[in-house]
């Protein structure tokens, strides 16, 4: 059993990402094969062991919650959902009240900011005492220049400034009676060392980290992808001279070909899911998760062209942790699996046989989605309503067939 930790991880994602404008609550928006929110708790869990409460926007909770389960590991028992609320104070305060008895140190994380190092996090925890909150920061390098409309009136000191990060630790507390006062005042505060402070308590800062930006905008969304396309990269390249330096594995040197099949019937619960998209006010497909045939299919395709099995095996009934994932995390996990077999996807195509929905219209949004998931491998996918025949032209579900091309590494 794992012991119980005395710190706990509050993961903010309950943000709507207005500015990001990504179509989706900006925790859930996908960075390379996985969202920001899996990016942030990869680093969570990566650090000393702690409680971790991911507060996430109502209707989004099984979303966290399949995230959660994925990077956990063995801490699972450590990590847990609760619903936010329409301000991030009140977010944060829903995450207070999940605290477990045991905990005496809380830091307040935004999943925004999903390539915090693990090392900061920890730097964080150790600094916090029974009565100083704590804070990274980076030193300001731009010019600042202080304004009046469209004059500028003087200079300012970038000595006295400071940019503040997350994760934000204080003693809990400590942090508990400086919310309620929030609660009492009416005040909204901006972060929590400035509620913290307003109440009364010192704040100090430790060395923050480059990496621990915030996304907040499709910049930053792309800055995000630049780091770890150039991080997958080396890794490659490690893991590349590592296998040159193996023995071979026996499995030739020619690309691979797989072939999946999948069918769901219409009658599912929500939202139908489809080649990785969500669409609203079409019937569901039922299933053990979100239905999404198209995904099911390729998922089957590679797999079987590795020789590795199928969907069931790896992501049945018996692995209830996949129960309401969508395509991004079947597919971002079965190219883990691949790649971890020697693999590399060459490309897939799919066909969708099908009366509905409308497929043409947003066939390359959905290439350009799976496309993502299988970190940039190709995706075509074409439809046909097959003349109105059989089960899928009577509109009783929807069948997809998908072929695979893997190579070895």
């Known amino acids: 059993m794992l012991p ?8 903010v994602a309950a943000g709507s990402g207005t500015r990001l404008d990504a179509g989706a609550p900006k925790a859930f ?21 702690a409680q971790v409460i991911v507060v996430a926007p109502a209707g989004f909770e099984g979303d966290a919650e399949t995230e959660l389960r ?6 699972r028992e450590l990590g847990r959902v609760v619903t936010g609320g329409d301000t991030r104070q009140r977010s944060v305060a829903a995450g207070l009240a999940a605290l477990w008895g045991d905990v005496t140190t809380v830091l307040v994380h935004d999943a925004a900011r999903a390539l915090t190092p693990p090392a900061v996090i920890d730097r964080v925890a150790d600094a916090v005492d029974g009565v100083v909150g704590v804070i990274p920061t980076l030193p300001v390098v731009d010019t600042l220049k202080r304004v009046d409309g469209a004059a500028i009136v003087g200079p300012v000191d970038r000595d006295e400034l400071a940019a503040a990060q997350t994760p934000q630790g204080f003693p809990r507390a400590l942090l508990e009676s400086a919310y309620a006062a929030a609660l009492a005042s009416g005040i909204e505060y901006t972060d929590d060392a400035a509620l913290y402070a307003a109440a009364g308590h010192r704040v100090g800062r430790i060395p923050g980290d480059d990496r621990g930006f915030k996304i907040t905008t499709p910049a930053d969304l792309e800055r995000a992808r630049q780091l770890l396309a150039a991080a997958g990269t080396a890794a490659g390249a490690a893991a590349g001279s590592a296998v040159a330096a193996a023995d071979p594995p026996p499995r030739g040197s020619h690309p691979r070909i797989g072939l999946g099949t999948d069918v769901h019937a219409f009658g599912g619960d929500g939202d139908l899911w489809l080649a990785g998209l ?3 006010g079409e019937p569901a497909l039922s299933g053990h998760s979100d239905g999404d045939a198209v995904a099911h299919a390729i998922v089957d395709a590679l797999l079987g062209a590795a020789g590795l099995g199928d969907i069931g095996e790896h992501f049945g009934t018996a692995h209830p942790e996949y129960a309401g994932a969508h395509a991004e995390v079947f597919l971002a996990r079965t190219r883990e699996l691949l790649s971890e077999a020697g693999f590399a996807i060459g490309n897939v195509s799919a066909q969708l ?4 929905p409308r497929f043409s219209g947003r066939r390359a949004e959905a290439e350009r989605v799976l496309s993502t998931a299988l970190g940039g491998a190709p995706v075509s996918v074409t439809a046909t309503t097959t003349d109105g025949l059989g089960f899928t032209g009577r509109g009783e579900g929807i069948a997809v067939t998908a072929v695979a091309m893997i190579h070895p590494l």
């Open 70 to 75: 994925a990077t956990a590991g063995e801490r």
């Open 4 to 11: 119980v930790p005395d710190t706990a991880i509050i993961v």
């Open 278 to 280: 969500a669409w609203p």
């Open 353 to 356: 046989q099908g009366n509905r």
């Open 29 to 49: 928006v996908g960075i390379d094969g996985h969202s920001i929110l899996r990016h942030a708790l990869e680093g969570v869990f990566a650090a000393a062991p």
